[in-house]
């Protein structure tokens, strides 16, 4: 005998079982003459965008309505995670739209990391994933760096047009949004409404600017190939880094092998004496051991000396990738927990990750 109740903000139906689903509000909520969900409600009260969580198919419907329509479509990416953060597919949801590229958290980043040289990996990155963008930029929500300048790009690119601001989970979108938010809102109350995504039931946030289009932010999506998918949230807390991952430099023979905490790890086979710089999560403990003994560590280990994982989940199942290094200095990429930087030629190294979660080489970004 329950009638659905719909957000009187978005017009999604109200459910109060879970907190992470769209349509969620407490169940005293449901008192009030007139009911919001919770997303709705922080966005109206503080400004605040919530990420909530959609099931592939809602995600990929959005996507889908994007490239019927002639907008521009600015993608955020996670420097420090650019793989794990990657949405693949995206070529395709854009359609004929032009895509503007944002490499976001670059306060990650060393310092003495070269930016042009980090813009130049992103275009070249993107190229061989496919994509071509129109621009590419590097911000940090955190520290404002570049915020700004991507604003006025973004004005730039978008010609007149609406704007679709894409990209997956814990990349720094609902960031981005608020920081736009706060430096070009006169009265917040005004330019900020939220409604249905045209032609759908899903919740999009739009921002109305100032000729009329429209900013719309989609709701994000965890990558199956982020970190994130494999640890608990006090793991997540430990492999996320806060600042600048402080280098740690590592001289190895052949037959020696690192740790990244239980999430990485990297077998040095075959090659001289060199030395290998982590660039990680300066929470996340780095062991060095014997190649011999790497096996049996991880399984007594894993979960305790080598964590994350925690206790509980134990060792997860690893998988080997194999790589030659040859004379370029080079990072062997972790999705998600960072880089290892070597250098030398000849070299044969095995790195292994939890499997789903990808491992690559690309020229060294320093
Ligand atoms: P969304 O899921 O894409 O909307 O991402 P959020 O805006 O919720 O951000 C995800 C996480 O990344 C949060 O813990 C943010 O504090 C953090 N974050 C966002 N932008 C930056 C940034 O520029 N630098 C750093 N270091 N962290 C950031």
Redesign the pocket.
Known sequence: DTQPIYCSGCGIQIQTEDKQKLGYAPASALQRDVVICQRCFKLKHYNE?Q?VSLTDDDFYKILNTISEKDALVVK?V?V?DFNGSWLTGLNRFAGKNDVFLVG?????LPKLINRNKVTNWLKFSAKQLGLTPKSVAL?????GEGVLDVAAEIDRLRGGRDVYIV????????????QLIKQFAGDTDQLITTSHFPGTTLDVIDIPLDDGQTMFDTP?IINRHQMAHYVSEAGLKVI????EAKPKVYQLNSGQTLFLGGLGRMDFVQGERTSFVCYVSNELSIHRTKYEKANQLYEQHAGTLLTPPDEQQGALEMVKHEFKITDQASDIVYSGLGWITVKGSGLKIEAYAPKGVGVSVRPSIL
Do not use: A, H, R, Y
């Open positions: 965008v990420d955020i996670d420090f976001n958290k670059v306060d990650l911000m940090s929500t955190k520290t990209g997956c989970t814990n990349v720094g979108k609902s960031s981005f949004i608020n994000g996320t880094p806060k600042k």
